[in-house]
């Protein structure tokens, strides 16, 4: 069935780069997406990629797919404080009217400073 | 910026009541979602509305469950009688296309 796999933790220094690791099984996920879960609060949509693309690029993100390994990875840039948050990936399955959202556990990153 | 609103923020019910859970989507979103997240689990997939009625759901979302948009504004999910299983963090979402799902804070139901 459709699963995909997260890293549980990641901590970093503040100023260093963070990547966050992310493998689905479903190779007909046409958008795969990061979401960003802060303490008490909701799941805020940060980016997403469309399955036919290799990178891309939104400010201090970087989102890389490797779609022959089903492999997606979060990077974020010059990592601050206010980065420490849970970071989930999910991965879309289904078609036209029944999508839906298969997510990984969240990787959960401290930031320290 | 709009955002998806979820009432109440909390909620603790004895086994075998019935709650509703309530959400105001985007304005002008097409899609509606529940997701629920049991503590220490994943978040799962629950149903998703399109035009007024169910397009997909779960195998979680059995008969106690059901969804309704009362009034073109608000979306909720009501289960009949809860079960201390059903305990868990509840999001719904709202989409104007198919791709992108904007969630609400969740709304934390405790069946004690």
């Known amino acids: 069935g459709e699963d995909v796999e997260q890293s549980l933790f990641l901590s970093v220094r503040e100023g260093d780069s963070s990547v966050i690791n992310c493998t689905y099984t479903?190779?007909?996920?046409?958008?795969l997406y990061w979401y960003k879960q802060e303490p008490g609060a909701g799941l805020q949509l940060l980016t997403y990629?469309?399955?036919n693309m290799d990178m891309k690029q939104d400010q201090r993100l970087t989102v890389l797919l490797n779609k022959k390994d089903k492999h997606l990875s979060l990077r974020i840039a010059d990592t601050q404080t206010g980065d420490s948050a849970i970071y989930f990936c999910?991965?879309?399955?289904?078609?036209?009217?029944?999508?839906?959202?298969?997510w990984g556990l969240g990787t959960s990153l401290a930031v320290n400073p | 910026e709009p955002e998806v609103t979820q009432t109440p923020s909390h909620q603790v019910t004895q086994m075998g009541q019935e709650v509703i859970l309530r959400c105001v989507p985007i304005?002008?979103?097409?899609?509606f979602y529940w997701y629920r997240q049991i503590l220490g689990q994943k978040v799962e997939f629950l149903v998703s509305?399109?035009?007024?009625?169910?397009?997909?759901k779960s195998e979680i979302f059995d008969d106690q469950f059901s969804v309704e948009r009362p009034d073109g504004s608000n979306f909720t999910l009501k289960i009949r009688s809860t079960k201390l299983e059903d305990s868990a963090m509840y999001f719904c979402?709202?989409?104007?296309?198919?791709?992108?799902?904007?969630f609400g804070q969740g709304t934390r139901l405790t069946v004690v």
């Open positions: 479903d190779s007909s996920s046409t958008y």
């Open positions: 509305f399109y035009n007024n009625e169910i397009s997909e």
């Open positions: 304005s002008n979103h097409l899609y």
């Open positions: 979402a709202s989409s104007g296309s198919r791709y992108e799902a904007f």
């Open positions: 990629i469309f399955s």
């Open positions: 999910a991965e879309t399955v289904g078609a036209g009217n029944n999508r839906k959202l298969i």
